[in-house]
């Protein structure tokens, strides 16, 4: 056996064969069986320690009744058992809410921590490559925390260091299929330390009802639907813009009629003006009634609808201007939301080159300068590409539903956002089991969250219609004042030389 040779003396080593590396072994030293054993029980102590102070009902459950058994018999412990079992099952009929989020949740994280991640953790990690096998030893991301609620696990990784997020995200799908989820969703909590979250029951795979009209008048965020957590989606459409891209059956009406229904308190307490337009004569026409005169289907009718909206902001512009700094609905000035359904029917493929730099122009504008004036957009489309949205950055807050391609989900919701979790392009295209379910990402936060809006039918809208129906009234064009036209005629003027 070779062993090191101590100080300089290896620089004075010559080697007659020159491609040949000098190999220098370390010397073995033997560890007494002693010290051994007693690194293992401290090992097995500070791990039961930890154990019990982690998961303390976990430990508590099957411990005290084999205490009692030991010290009092087993009648007693049989009794306490019985006692527990109908104290708990009394608790959870009772306040189940309660009993989960203190019991329930608990003993479940516990399990699946053993069974399921603990169980399955070398392997995924080393066959995902998150983890390394070098000379007989195994450097792997530590399980720092498992977490269980009613829709999802979220575990707490400690990242090796030097890895980075970027090295998780890549292996999403490894994770998700390595410990039996559908999908898998990676968050920084910190630095060094990620929560991967796996869905378990799909909450979001049945239709969703249309939601009840509120009791109240509010532009605030508007509930179409649920979340995939559980929560309810509250859709903000006051002092933002909303974009929403998928393919043709993927639900975009449902987003669209579920905002509408929101707000139709709003609109008849005079709050809410919906101003729509609908190029393709099919969805938003069902309900034209709900919009009186502001509703325009024919391009040219959509040209100067825009640039009525336009008009409106800039009057209020000129107002606002050095006296607020943000919008407060009142029936004098109230919150103006433009629908668009399929707006690159105007963008893109409309063939009147007038016409299209005209509605381009005017949605530039408002997406750019109508959010403090309480002026908003909202519109839905097919194909996200930027040839046919060049102005699709324009809009904070996201709505990506199924797509075809897995490069249109970050040209929607932004650079990542797949990488995050946001599998917009696997959602199924089975109406039932697909329509209405996306992801959603708001400016405030980079996190996609998958949601499901709740479908709005025909007898809905039509209960609509005839609850809401607005009367007719003078065009948008004729009912703004001549002050509210001043600035577009000076720019007229000023054009005009």
Same mark, same amino acid.
């Given at each position: 056996?070779?062993?090191?040779?101590?100080?300089?003396?290896?620089?004075?080593?010559?080697?007659?064969?020159?491609?040949?590396?000098?190999?220098?072994?370390?010397?073995?030293?033997?560890?007494?069986?002693?010290?051994?054993?007693?690194?293992?029980?401290?090992?097995?102590?500070?791990?039961?320690?930890?154990?019990?102070?982690?998961?303390?009902?976990?430990?508590?459950?099957?411990?005290?009744?084999?205490?009692?058994?030991?010290?009092?018999?087993?009648?007693?412990?049989?009794?306490?058992?019985?006692?527990?079992?109908?104290?708990?099952?009394?608790?959870?009929?009772?306040?189940?809410?309660?009993?989960?989020?203190?019991?329930?949740?608990?003993?479940?994280?516990?399990?699946?921590?053993?069974?399921?991640?603990?169980?399955?953790?070398?392997?995924?990690?080393?066959?995902?490559?998150?983890?390394?096998?070098?000379?007989?030893?195994?450097?792997?991301?530590?399980?720092?925390?498992?977490?269980?609620?009613?829709?999802?696990?979220?575990?707490?990784?400690?990242?090796?260091?030097?890895?980075?997020?970027?090295?998780?995200?890549?292996?999403?799908?490894?994770?998700?299929?390595?410990?039996?989820?559908?999908?898998?969703?990676?968050?920084?909590?910190?630095?060094?330390?990620?929560?991967?979250?796996?869905?378990?029951?799909?909450?979001?795979?049945?239709?969703?009802?249309?939601?009840?009209?509120?009791?109240?008048?509010?532009?605030?965020?508007?509930?179409?639907?649920?979340?995939?957590?559980?929560?309810?989606?509250?859709?903000?459409?006051?002092?933002?813009?909303?974009?929403?891209?998928?393919?043709?059956?993927?639900?975009?009406?449902?987003?669209?009629?579920?905002?509408?229904?929101?707000?139709?308190?709003?609109?008849?307490? #005079?709050?809410?003006?919906?101003? /729509? $337009?609908?190029?393709? %004569?099919? @969805?938003?026409?069902?309900? +034209?009634? &709900? !919009?009186? *005169?502001?509703?325009?289907?024919?391009?040219?009718?959509?040209?100067?609808?825009?640039?009525?909206?336009?008009?409106?902001?800039?009057?209020?512009?000129?107002?606002?201007?050095?006296?607020?700094?943000?919008?407060?609905?009142?029936?004098?000035?109230?919150?103006?939301?433009?629908?668009?359904?399929?707006?690159?029917?105007?963008?893109?493929?409309?063939?009147?080159?007038?016409?299209?730099?005209?509605?381009?122009?005017?949605?530039?504008?408002?997406?750019?300068?109508?959010?403090?004036? #309480?002026?908003?957009?909202?519109? /839905? $489309?097919?194909?996200? %590409?930027? @040839?046919?949205?060049?102005? +699709?950055? &324009? !809009?904070? *807050?996201?709505?990506?539903?199924?797509?075809?391609?897995?490069?249109?989900?970050?040209?929607?919701?932004?650079?990542?956002?797949?990488?995050?979790?946001?599998?917009?392009?696997?959602?199924?295209?089975?109406?039932?089991?697909?329509?209405?379910?996306?992801?959603?990402?708001?400016?405030?936060?980079?996190?996609?969250?998958?949601?499901?809006?709740?479908?709005?039918?025909?007898?809905?809208?039509?209960?609509?219609?005839?609850?809401?129906?607005?009367?007719?009234?003078?065009?948008?064009?004729?009912?703004?004042?001549?002050?509210?036209?001043?600035?577009?005629?000076? @720019?007229?003027?000023?054009?005009?030389?």
């Amino acid at each position: 056996m070779l062993r090191k040779l101590p100080g300089d003396e290896a620089r004075n080593l010559v080697s007659t064969t020159p491609d040949t590396a000098v190999v220098f072994r370390p010397a073995i030293v033997r560890t007494p069986a002693f010290v051994t054993i007693v690194i293992w029980l401290s090992r097995l102590v500070a791990g039961l320690v930890r154990l019990a102070w982690r998961h303390p009902i976990a430990v508590t459950v099957p411990a005290a009744p084999g205490v009692i058994w030991t010290l009092y018999g087993w009648p007693l412990a049989l009794v306490l058992v019985g006692l527990v079992l109908l104290a708990g099952l009394s608790w959870a009929s009772l306040n189940r809410a309660s009993f989960l989020r203190i019991i329930g949740w608990r003993l479940l994280a516990f399990w699946r921590r053993i069974w399921i991640y603990r169980r399955h953790w070398q392997p995924v990690m080393i066959v995902s490559g998150l983890g390394r096998h070098l000379r007989g030893r195994d450097y792997l991301p530590r399980l720092a925390r498992v977490e269980c609620d009613g829709w999802a696990d979220r575990v707490t990784v400690k990242m090796l260091n030097g890895q980075a997020v970027k090295d998780w995200t890549d292996r999403a799908e490894h994770l998700a299929h390595g410990f039996g989820s559908r999908s898998c969703r990676v968050t920084v909590a910190r630095a060094g330390r990620l929560v991967l979250t796996f869905p378990r029951p799909d909450p979001l795979a049945v239709p969703l009802p249309a939601v009840p009209i509120p009791d109240t008048a509010s532009v605030g965020p508007v509930e179409i639907g649920a979340c995939e957590d559980g929560r309810p989606l509250r859709l903000k459409v006051h002092g933002t813009h909303v974009l929403i891209a998928g393919a043709t059956g993927a639900g975009k009406g449902s987003y669209l009629w579920g905002t509408i229904r929101g707000l139709l308190p709003a609109m008849r307490a #005079g709050l809410t003006q919906v101003w /729509a $337009l609908d190029p393709k %004569r099919m @969805e938003l026409s069902f309900g +034209r009634a &709900l !919009f009186g *005169d502001r509703y325009a289907a024919d391009p040219a009718d959509c040209a100067d609808l825009l640039e009525a909206a336009v008009a409106v902001m800039q009057e209020r512009a000129d107002r606002f201007g050095g006296l607020q700094r943000s919008h407060t609905p009142t029936v004098a000035d109230p919150f103006v939301l433009v629908l668009v359904d399929e707006v690159a029917f105007l963008t893109a493929y409309q063939s009147d080159k007038g016409l299209k730099l005209r509605i381009i122009a005017a949605l530039a504008t408002l997406t750019t300068q109508g959010r403090a004036v #309480g002026v908003g957009v909202m519109a /839905a $489309l097919q194909d996200p %590409r930027k @040839e046919v949205m060049n102005i +699709r950055n &324009l !809009f904070p *807050d996201k709505i990506a539903l199924r797509l075809d391609e897995s490069e249109q989900v970050d040209m929607v919701l932004g650079d990542g956002a797949r990488d995050r979790g946001a599998l917009a392009d696997h959602i199924s295209p089975v109406p039932t089991l697909g329509a209405g379910v996306g992801y959603v990402r708001l400016e405030t936060s980079p996190d996609p969250v998958r949601v499901r809006a709740a479908y709005v039918s025909d007898d809905d809208i039509r209960a609509m219609v005839a609850e809401y129906a607005m009367p007719t009234g003078p065009t948008p064009a004729e009912s703004i004042p001549a002050q509210r036209f001043a600035v577009v005629e000076r @720019e007229g003027a000023r054009a005009n030389g």
